[in-house]
């Protein structure tokens, strides 16, 4: 990530993205929440991408690179906490499950002003209280740094209706199926079929974003049939796909 820029307190606000806009690569000092009140996001870092609809959140540690994209009209709510503030203990950006309550806690705290009344410091204990709470959820895209892996990962990428099994790409990449096997699970935490899941679930969170039929979108993300991607996604994210751009 070239031209990092540095910005010593991670802020809190509420802004409006257009659909492709970007947040250039950057970092804190401070932790930071990042949730989408509608619309899709993206947080990229060199590890990956970590994505979310409004049934998720990302915590992004002090000092982690990272950028954001928007998909979709999008919501952008940030909220900052200081680096001795860390409820979840966690040293890598992590997606969290966002329930009712917590989505209205960090509505109503991202909104100014953001000042240290008693009350705004009442509602940001109870929203530490439910982040502690909160399911991680694994709702990313790795980076692969094996050549061999990254060019099975981006063919992939270009075409995830590609129905193939791990073999057919393994024989253009210059390593066995075994061995790329072997190195989804060490170096991407997950087997082929279920990083296969995680990029066709985030190509299919894209195109909802921009208003895609379902039915369009699971034909293009691989799926045998629209039933088979409502019940992938709606296991997922807890909503149905034809839901996704009808929600607050």
Do not use: K
Not at 45 to 62: K, N
Not at 175 to 184: D, K, P, V, Y
């Amino acid at each position: 990530m070239p031209d990092i820029r540095h910005s010593p307190e991670a802020p809190t606000r509420t802004q409006a993205m257009a659909p492709g806009e970007r947040i250039d690569a950057h970092h804190h000092d401070n932790h930071q929440v990042v949730y989408a009140g509608s619309g899709v996001l993206a947080v990229t870092t060199d590890a990956g991408t970590w994505f979310a609809p409004d049934t998720r959140a990302i915590w992004v540690p002090a000092g982690c690179v990272h950028a954001h994209r928007a998909h979709g009209h999008l919501a952008l709510h940030l909220l900052g906490l200081p680096a001795d503030t860390d409820p979840l203990r966690l040293d890598a950006p992590t997606v969290l499950s966002v329930d009712p309550l917590l989505r209205e806690l960090i509505l109503a705290c991202t909104r100014g002003p953001h000042d240290d009344t008693p009350e705004r410091l009442r509602l940001r204990a109870v929203l530490l209280d439910r982040l502690r709470a909160s399911p991680q959820q694994p709702v990313q895209m790795p980076a692969p740094t094996d050549p061999r892996l990254r060019a099975v990962c981006e063919v992939l990428h270009d075409d995830p209706a590609d129905p193939r099994t791990l073999a057919a790409p393994a024989s253009t990449a210059g390593a066995g199926e075994r061995t790329l096997s072997r190195l989804f699970r060490r170096e991407l935490g997950m087997t082929f079929p279920q990083w296969r899941t995680q990029l066709r679930l985030y190509h299919a969170l894209r195109m909802l974003a921009d208003d895609v039929p379902v039915t369009t979108v699971a034909h293009r993300c691989g799926w045998s049939s629209t039933s088979a991607f409502i019940d992938v996604f709606r296991r997922a994210f807890g909503y149905t796909p034809g839901a996704h751009n009808r929600r607050p």
